[in-house]
């Protein structure tokens, strides 16, 4: 079953504009991450959130962390048309009696001239 | 050069033929992972490694074997491909040497497309 679950499945926007994607998951997490994957590509680390952290920065990238409600987002801001991709989260978390890194099924991003 | 690479980078095969996907990297990692990409599905683990002599089952290992011939080598295997294996297939490595009970970020190989007729 998976544990994060992104949020819309896909989001077209002009470029410029600012685009939010969330991530929402069912157990306690050590951390959450955020990765981009340009169409048929490998997955690209973004950024590493802790769960005692509630909000990280990286360049155009911002990424809060809600623990008390399980949700996660990653706020790109001034979007590009280089921005387009799918974006996944992942969670570190227990499972089965040892940690695991679950990945969602991903936003499309498409960002349009 | 690429840190972690994927041979080949697609394949076509028929039904059941044995097939091995290879992984190589050059980060010095000691976890390394297959998954399997469907389209819609996200990623879903197949078999992970701690190292070289602990190898373990992921989310969907039926069908699949792995070998981990050095810290740097990691290969997949299906033993006698069948359709529903048609994905697109990647290997990742991560470092846990000074962080062994949290997942640290993960490195992606470029993925290797299978098909299966």
């Known amino acids: 079953s998976q544990q994060g679950e992104e949020d819309p499945q896909a989001l077209s926007i002009q470029e410029g504009e600012n685009a939010t994607m969330n991530c929402s998951y069912k157990t306690s997490i050590n951390n959450l991450q955020w990765y981009r994957q340009n169409s048929g590509r490998g997955l690209v680390h973004l950024i590493l959130i802790r769960s005692n952290e509630r909000e990280k920065h990286s360049g155009r990238l911002r990424v809060t962390l809600d623990t008390s409600k399980k949700s996660s987002s990653l706020l790109i801001t001034a979007s590009r048309a280089a921005d387009t991709a799918s974006y996944f989260c992942?969670?570190?978390?227990?499972?089965?009696?040892?940690?695991?890194?679950?990945f969602g099924a991903g936003t499309r991003l498409a960002v349009h001239p | 050069d690429a840190d972690v690479t994927q041979t080949p980078r697609n394949r076509i095969t028929k039904t059941g033929k044995r097939i091995m996907l290879e992984c190589s990297q050059t980060k010095g990692h000691d976890r390394m992972y297959w998954y399997r990409q469907d389209p819609g599905l996200g990623l879903r683990l197949i078999y992970y490694s701690f190292d070289v002599k602990d190898i373990n089952k992921g989310e969907i290992s039926d069908g699949y074997s792995v070998s981990r011939q050095a810290q740097a080598k990691f290969s997949l295997s299906l033993e006698s491909a069948i359709p529903n294996q048609t994905a697109l297939y990647f290997c990742a490595t991560s470092d846990h040497r000074t962080s062994r009970y949290s997942y640290n970020e993960q490195f992606f190989g470029p993925g290797t497309r299978l098909t299966v007729l």
């Open positions: 992942a969670t570190d978390s227990l499972s089965g009696g040892y940690n695991k890194l679950i």
